[in-house]
């Protein structure tokens, strides 16, 4: 534990050098030695308790912050600031930082990276390791700057340094009432006492939230006492920690640092310390590497909520669809909701609903024009003032809008130098499908079909109808768009679009149809494949497989012989029975869609009762 001993030293030496100083201006420090170390025991106390525990409301039980945190890297220039690629490889481990870099600091990184839990386990290093850099650090001082946020003195312009010479128990009084001593003056003289302290107690001084700050005026006031601290702390560190969207300025003597996503070795030890079982870390990270979500847990916030579920129920859920809604509710609404903080849009009818739908069109339109999760902040502007009117908001407020979903949301970040991205991939793709699923018909754009695959499958899974949606594209989507336009999609279109629906696991409802569509899609599925002549010369792939027998889970095979005749037995290089159908000649001129004069069938996937 921290020794009690300093105080003691402090106190004496801080008064002995101030004394002159406060004589001439007739002021006393009216604190007793007593009091400053009750004070500063009691503030340790409080660091303790806040810093040893991580709790959240998945959680079966609290973590201690020692037992499971993982050491995160700390990239040296923030993502908005790199030019290149390369910049990214210029990073140390977060413990390290520490020592290696002279000054103070301020640590960015995006909702959920962990800027919170390694200010604890700072805290809790200095507190019980007594070889966490004694010779740099000798005591934590924190202040949750969210309180300030709440508190009735928000227009306080020294409120940061009010807050440490309370948390000091340091006060400092006129001697007489009526003195010549103006406010000015009796304010430097209260910072003079405090920096006199701090620069002999070695403190880490943590302003923790600066983004949780709503007021515009309380954070330009807790960013001029910041840059007072930064100039006047000689001896010690101190820390500002705010998502990466919500720092734009620049302080003297303060280096700006972001926290990294974590890399796939820190994801493992991650989950081994906590689930703090090798077999059960084991099929943790075997589950999540074989689902589309895996990209999301390089964020400690998923990852931890991920093990947090695992852990009460033995496993990852098994639809994809509740792990998406549950990351995008954790990011929009749900972590701020569980820790108490408010964010306030300046947009007024701009609230969580309204930004759902928002990013969900952001993801359509950049995932249908620019094919990528990347773009520019032209692209951005572009399609935000395409879609701007149907939000109600200013085509001019394009970039502070995408800045509050940034800082609120993270699912949105900028990437680098007027660069932005989407945080995740599977999200963007969710988000798409989202949109897509809500439009009153699929469309029928074939460019906008063709670069859907994966967010078509999840389309499919999270339509009220799984089978009607999926008959609707293979029908109506997939073969007339080849009948009219004679242009097939591909061969990697329809894997991709399939082994996503593998993923996905949509749950395909009884449908007279949907055996039809698998026989169809199998078809098409051939059809887009290059190499003709070697057609049925090697069986589908295994995801095929798979996806037939999800089908067929709920559903009775094809019945072939109402709309179609065997016309030709084929062979696959396994030795199984593809047959060719011919459409009978009664049924064409009836039939209430356009069919296929012929398709292909394995024999597993069609029913010969009535052969």
Known sequence: MVKEVITKLIFQEALKTTAKFFKERK??????????????????????????????????????????????????????RMFHQSERTEKMSSRKTLKDLIGHLVIVG????????????????????????????????????????????TDEKNIIMNALLGLLGLKLIKEQEHDSLNDDEYTRAKETLLFSFLNRMKPLIILDGFDEVSSEKTRTNIINNFIKLTLNVNEGIVILTCRSSDYNYSVERARVLEICS?????????????????????DFLLSLKSSPFYDTAIRPLTISHLCAIYERIGKIPDKPKTVYKKIINLLLD??????????MSAYGNFETDRKFEFLCRI????????????FTERTLETVFKKICGDFSLDKKDAKTVVQEIESHTGL????????????HKSLQEFLCAEHLV?????????????????????????????????????????????????????H???????????????????????????????????????????????DLPLQFEKFVSLILERNTKFEYAKYYRIEESLHSENSEVVYKLRLLKNIKAKAQRPLPDYIFAKKSFIDESNN
């Open 438 to 490: 809500k439009l009153p018909s699929i469309p029928i754009n074939l460019q906008h079909l063709s670069i859907f695959p994966n967010e078509l499958a999840i389309a499919v899974t999270i339509s009220s109808n799984p089978s009607l949606y999926f008959c609707e594209l293979v029908f109506n989507r997939f073969l007339h768009r080849t009948f009219e336009y004679n242009t097939p999609f591909s």
């Open 334 to 343: 749900e972590w701020d909701e569980q820790r108490g903080v408010k964010r």
């Open 110 to 153: 995006q909702p959920g990276a962990g800027k919170t839990t390694l200010m604890k386990y700072w805290c809790q290093s200095i507190i019980w390791d007594a070889d966490f850099y004694p010779d740099t650090i000798k005591v934590p001082l924190f202040i949750k700057l969210r309180d300030i946020n709440d508190s009735h003195k």
């Open 27 to 80: 002021l006393k420090v009216d604190t007793t030695e007593v009091q400053v170390e009750e004070a500063i025991a009691n503030h340790l106390t409080y660091i303790d308790n806040w810093s040893k525990e991580i709790n959240f409301s998945d959680l079966k039980k609290t973590k201690l912050t020692a037992q499971v945190y993982v050491e995160v890297d700390i990239s040296l220039i923030p993502r908005k």
């Open 412 to 423: 949105i970040l900028q990437s680098g130098y007027e660069t932005f991205e989407f945080a």
């Open 363 to 374: 993801a359509f339109e950049i995932s249908c024009d620019y094919k990528s999760s990347s």
């Open 492 to 538: 990697r279109f329809f894997s991709t679009f399939v082994n996503r629906l593998v993923l996905e696991k949509p749950d395909f409802n009884t449908s007279e149809d949907i055996s039809f569509s698998l026989v169809i899609l199998y078809t098409l599925f051939r059809r887009g494949d290059s190499n003709q002549l070697r057609l049925f010369e090697n």
């Open 262 to 282: 974590l890399d796939e070795e820190q994801i493992k030890r991650f989950a081994l310390k906590w689930l703090e079982d090798n077999h059960k870390a084991d």
